[in-house]
Every structure is written in structure tokens, then in C-alpha cells.
């Protein structure tokens, strides 16, 4: 399977981070699409709340549909997990909807490290 060509940077030099990971962080960094996914207050994750809204009203804005578990099977492809709240201990479910993702190289103010975050290969 081949990579995408690389793709223009906004700075105007060619990228090699893959469209999905730049469209992932336009929406996180959106303001207007804050309430229903946002960054983490320490910058570090992002959270997405009530996923039916989210995958209704922003997801075809960004992709080509509006089913939230292919958007997380593409998290999932990139090596983001999902985290799970300790004091929970992940059996009590939130009362709110809000899922939390994070990856190592997905974080706020550093969007020059996306270049590091490759899709799994053999991931299936």
C-alpha cells in the first residue's frame, strides 16, 4: 500500500502528514466546533462530546461521511487510544458523553510533530 503524495503545508512547504491527521487537527484546533470536540485543558488529548451530534454535524464537514466508528477506527489506525478516566476505573460510564483520545505526537501548540504519527501497518 502506498502513502499518500505529500500535500502542501499552509507554510508552503510539502508535507508528509496524512489528510486525515490534518483534517483531525483542524477540527480540534476550530473554536466554533468546540462544544462538541475540543482539546484537553493541559493540551495533551482532545475530547469529543456527544458523538451523535459530533458525527451528524461535523464529521461530513471534514470527511466524506458521518459514522463515528470509522472516524475512530481511523484513531485507531493512527495509534490513538482512548483513555479511561482512573477514578472510574472504565466501568462506570461518564454522565456526560465525552470520549478522550491521545496519542504521544497529537499535542496542542506542536502541530509539527503530526509528522510523526504513521498509520499502523498490518493493523488489521
Known sequence: MQDSP????MDGYASNVPAFLTKLWTLVED????????WSING???HVFDQGRF???????????NNMASFVR???MYGFRKVVNIEQGGLVKP?????????????????????H???????W
Open 6 to 9: 505529500p500535500s502542501l503545508a
Open 31 to 38: 473554536p466554533d466546533t468546540n462544544h462538541l470536540i475540543c
Open 44 to 46: 495533551t488529548s482532545f
Open 55 to 65: 458525527a451528524k454535524e461535523v464529521l461530513p464537514k471534514y470527511f466524506k461521511h
Open 74 to 76: 481511523q484513531l485507531n
Open 95 to 115: 454522565e456526560r458523553d465525552d470520549t478522550e483520545f491521545q496519542h504521544l505526537y497529537f499535542l496542542q501548540g506542536h502541530e509539527h510533530l503530526l509528522e
Open 117 to 123: 504519527i504513521k498509520r499502523k501497518v498490518g493493523w
